[in-house]
């Protein structure tokens, strides 16, 4: 399998619940991403690793977990949500920090918090 | 800090039309990246522009990298209905600690058939 892949597609959380977002790049990229989409906001970018080490926190709440245990994998962990975090989780990954070159992304986790 | 301003928001034409789209900022840039949204998918990357006043195509899609470096132009010629999607630009944000791409809010097209 190749490009990045994120599971689940869709996915309905309570606000009380704990849940996990997967990514997974058969790329070979030294640099992943977690992005946010909402409705008529640009992209928000929330964290960013390079070499399994995190590089950027962009004042993301701490109810967002992020874990990269290697190059190829990251998780979104998530846990007391809030109805206004539903959206589009994009995870990206590139060949560098940079992304001078552009991202790779995957197809998306669509979350609903009720 | 750095911000991506593009237009239109949204464009609604008939197929077989020509699409003209672009991108401004206040600060200049070194990289313009143009991205593809399809409905429920994630963002493609279609064409990377590196030099100002680089002109790059990519099949019906033409973009260009602004001599002053503060904007990038896209273009669809004679649209079909699967152009339909979200269209963004990028650039690096060099504000950011190890760099990043900040994206534009989108421009939206519908292709009528």
């Known amino acids: 399998e190749t490009g990045v892949t994120q599971t689940p597609r869709h996915l309905v959380m309570g606000m009380t619940n704990k849940k996990s977002l997967k990514c997974e790049q058969h790329l070979g990229h030294n640099a992943m991403y977690w992005y946010k989409q909402s409705a008529k906001k640009p992209l928000e970018l929330m964290f960013v690793y390079s070499l399994e080490e995190r590089v950027e926190n962009n004042s993301v709440p701490s109810r967002f977990s992020p874990e990269c245990p290697n190059s190829s994998h990251l998780f979104l962990h998530l846990h007391t949500l809030q109805p206004e975090d539903s959206a589009l989780y994009l995870c990206?990954?590139?060949?560098?920090?940079?992304?001078?070159?552009?991202?790779?992304f995957g197809s998306g986790t669509r979350l609903t918090v009720v | 800090g750095q911000q991506l301003n593009q237009s239109p928001q949204s464009m609604f034409i008939q197929e077989g039309e020509d699409v003209s789209m672009n991108c401004t900022s206040s600060s200049i840039f070194n990289t313009w990246l143009w991205y593809k949204q399809d409905p429920g998918e994630g963002p493609v990357l279609l064409i990377a522009?590196?030099?100002?006043?680089e002109l790059t195509s990519n099949g019906r899609l033409t973009a260009q990298f602004g001599i002053t470096r503060k904007d990038s132009f896209l273009n669809i010629s004679a649209s079909i209905p699967s152009d339909v999607g979200i269209y963004f630009c990028a650039g690096p944000n060099y504000g950011g600690s190890q760099g990043n791409l900040i994206f534009g809010k989108g421009t939206k097209l519908s292709v009528k058939p």
């Open positions: 522009l590196y030099k100002a006043g």
């Open positions: 990206a990954s590139s060949h560098s920090p940079g992304g001078g070159y552009g991202y790779t």
